[in-house]
């Protein structure tokens, strides 16, 4: 089986939750680590564009958005699962909440003190990603306080599961849930500087914290962007286009052959991936494009949070 690559950069909450995912699963995986802005020549190559961390390469199969990574996780590596206790899809569900509204506030409280010393640029790039085409973190440290009484009702919702006595959200074992919740602890913990006093009302999350973060990241070794390139370019994507990969209940009528652009939903400056589609489903759907020094490529996306529109010529 071809390597696990895991595009990212350190201080990324979003990679924060696929790098602990690497570790429940006790995976061994290439590390590449990209620029904090984006600027990344050879994985805009393979993903067409996308420019949202972290995305996860396997061969010349490209996944993009966590969701969908940690969907393909599971197909590939059962065991141990996302989904003790026979959580299913309910995970996905938590998942709207913590990458919705409780990330929105972890946001505001992680970037808008600290704005005025973070590099310029940074900012700038991440008030379009996070608070939409007129974002300004400076404006969020007048209503800091009011975030910070949505965010604590947020983590006190989590205490409350904890404090029935469970080692983990949803049972003895961990799951996609402690991944969904660990990277907005982490996120703050680590960019708040006021965050020791806040969550220290939570004890049952600071111990849950403890365990979890005790999962660590699986086994990654470094590998270059360009080597990542080279992955692509030495296999083939093991989605291959054919009637077997339709949805015949699809509500917009897409099938395997058109030429479609993907896009997050959000208003946020991300560009069209464009590609010609392999498979679609309720769930994913996977595009074949041609990626310069890496040959044909399936880029995978989920459906849930994206507008998939057929091309124009």
């Given at each position: 089986m071809d390597e696990i690559i895991i595009h990212h950069y350190p201080p990324s909450p979003v990679s924060e939750k696929i790098r602990m995912a690497m570790g429940l699963k006790k995976l061994s995986w290439r590390s590449v680590e990209q620029n904090r802005l984006p600027d990344r020549p050879e994985l805009f190559a393979l993903t067409g564009g996308y420019r949202r961390i972290p995305v996860m390469q396997i061969g010349a199969d490209v996944y993009c958005d966590t969701h969908c990574i940690l969907r393909e996780l599971e197909s590939r590596f059962p065991k141990p699962t996302f989904f003790p206790n026979g959580a299913g899809g309910l995970p996905f569900a938590l998942g709207q909440w913590t990458d919705g509204v409780v990330f929105d506030l972890a946001v505001r409280v992680a970037f808008a003190p600290a704005a005025a010393s973070l590099p310029a640029a940074l900012v700038q790039d991440r008030a379009r990603l996070y608070l939409g085409p007129n974002g300004d973190f400076e404006q969020e440290i007048a209503d800091l306080p009011h975030?910070?009484?949505q965010l604590r009702a947020?983590?006190?919702l989590v205490e409350a599961r904890l404090e029935?006595?469970?080692t983990f959200i949803l049972g003895d074992n961990p799951g996609m849930p402690d991944l969904m919740i660990w990277y907005l602890f982490w996120f703050v913990r680590g960019r708040y500087a006021e965050a020791d006093t806040f969550f220290s009302e939570f004890p049952k999350l600071l111990q849950w914290a403890e365990r979890v973060e005790a999962i660590g990241h699986g086994t990654p070794t470094d590998m270059?962007?360009?080597e990542s390139l080279a992955a692509a370019a030495a296999a083939q994507p093991v989605t291959v286009p054919g009637s077997a990969n339709a949805d015949p209940r699809d509500p917009q009528k897409l099938a395997p052959g058109?030429?479609?652009g993907i896009v997050p939903v959000t208003d946020s400056g991300?560009?069209?991936?464009f590609g010609t589609i392999s498979a679609i489903g309720r769930d994913t759907i996977a595009i074949s494009r041609a990626a310069?020094?890496?040959g044909q490529v399936c880029v995978h996306f989920p459906r849930l949070g994206y507008r998939v529109r057929v091309a124009n010529g």
């Amino acid at each position: 089986m071809d390597e696990i690559i895991i595009h990212h950069y350190p201080p990324s909450p979003v990679s924060e939750k696929i790098r602990m995912a690497m570790g429940l699963k006790k995976l061994s995986w290439r590390s590449v680590e990209q620029n904090r802005l984006p600027d990344r020549p050879e994985l805009f190559a393979l993903t067409g564009g996308y420019r949202r961390i972290p995305v996860m390469q396997i061969g010349a199969d490209v996944y993009c958005d966590t969701h969908c990574i940690l969907r393909e996780l599971e197909s590939r590596f059962p065991k141990p699962t996302f989904f003790p206790n026979g959580a299913g899809g309910l995970p996905f569900a938590l998942g709207q909440w913590t990458d919705g509204v409780v990330f929105d506030l972890a946001v505001r409280v992680a970037f808008a003190p600290a704005a005025a010393s973070l590099p310029a640029a940074l900012v700038q790039d991440r008030a379009r990603l996070y608070l939409g085409p007129n974002g300004d973190f400076e404006q969020e440290i007048a209503d800091l306080p009011h975030t910070l009484a949505q965010l604590r009702a947020q983590f006190g919702l989590v205490e409350a599961r904890l404090e029935s006595g469970r080692t983990f959200i949803l049972g003895d074992n961990p799951g996609m849930p402690d991944l969904m919740i660990w990277y907005l602890f982490w996120f703050v913990r680590g960019r708040y500087a006021e965050a020791d006093t806040f969550f220290s009302e939570f004890p049952k999350l600071l111990q849950w914290a403890e365990r979890v973060e005790a999962i660590g990241h699986g086994t990654p070794t470094d590998m270059t962007p360009k080597e990542s390139l080279a992955a692509a370019a030495a296999a083939q994507p093991v989605t291959v286009p054919g009637s077997a990969n339709a949805d015949p209940r699809d509500p917009q009528k897409l099938a395997p052959g058109m030429t479609v652009g993907i896009v997050p939903v959000t208003d946020s400056g991300d560009p069209e991936v464009f590609g010609t589609i392999s498979a679609i489903g309720r769930d994913t759907i996977a595009i074949s494009r041609a990626a310069d020094s890496a040959g044909q490529v399936c880029v995978h996306f989920p459906r849930l949070g994206y507008r998939v529109r057929v091309a124009n010529g």
